[in-house]
């Protein structure tokens, strides 16, 4: 892996080269074995938190734990494609439009002993950007190659603090173009519906059950993408003990061992289906 700036990495992806990095600042790695149609990411995959934060922050290293989505980088990474942050969504929130990508508040608590200082804002918000040019850069070279690409949008969710039964995995297609992709939707949750967990965890698939799909990483993509159907695939966090901050590493490998057959599966028959 080497680390790059951020234009270093936009001119390897328009030159087609293959390569691993990590942002010179750290704030996300990228890897690229091949310029296949389809894109894996796990942008809530970090935990960094900046040093010059910490003081400041009510929230407790736990408390950060608990709403990002560790291991979601580890269940796709042997795909060709993979972008996933390194730093924690309490910084800023990749899935968030710049403009509501730091935190005043988190879920429901006051985030900062005092108001984040603008310079401290501004360094978190110029990652972010970053980021984005990237996966511009990314997702249109993808797509200019192939006519058409798929991205899986790869989250978790704390199934635990439902008060209803929920299922393993949740899709979010409220912002994505069921009419023309409904089928494609429908073979991914159908596969993931089929893959089996250890320790007697079921595993179920359902759309939008628990989460939409609204979160600005896909519809940046919708938006400036009309050939790239994005899957914001959410696995509910069966893969670790929410309250303890226990990962169950067994569950972890079982997942990426069927994404590693199911997903390449699924996007190969998307694209032979919608490149014709």
Known sequence: MERLSV???????????????????????????????????????????????WDNCLHTEYDRWYEEDPETKNMIASHPIVIAGCDSRFEYDLNRSPEEAVFETAWGKQLWKNPLPEAQKQKSLAKHKAFYKVVHTLVKTIETKHKIAIVYDMHSYNWQRWDREV????????????????????????????????????????????????????KFITNNFKNTLVLATEIAKVYCDEYEQVNFPEVVNSVEKQLRERLPKHAKAFIEKHSK
Do not use: M
């Open 7 to 53: 234009d270093s990495i936009i001119h390897k992806i328009k030159q087609q080269q293959t390569f691993h990095a990590v942002a010179d600042d750290y704030s996300f790695t990228i890897k690229i074995d091949d310029y296949v149609p389809y894109i894996c990411a796990a942008i809530h995959d970090g935990h960094q938190f900046r040093k010059e934060l």
């Open 167 to 218: 299922p393993t995995w949740n899709l979010g297609t409220s912002n994505v173009d069921n009419n023309r992709f409904g089928e494609d939707i429908e073979a991914w949750r159908q596969s993931l519906s089929e893959i089996k967990l250890p320790n007697n965890i079921k595993s179920t698939a359902l759309v939008n059950n628990t989460f939409f799909g609204n979160g600005y990483f896909l």
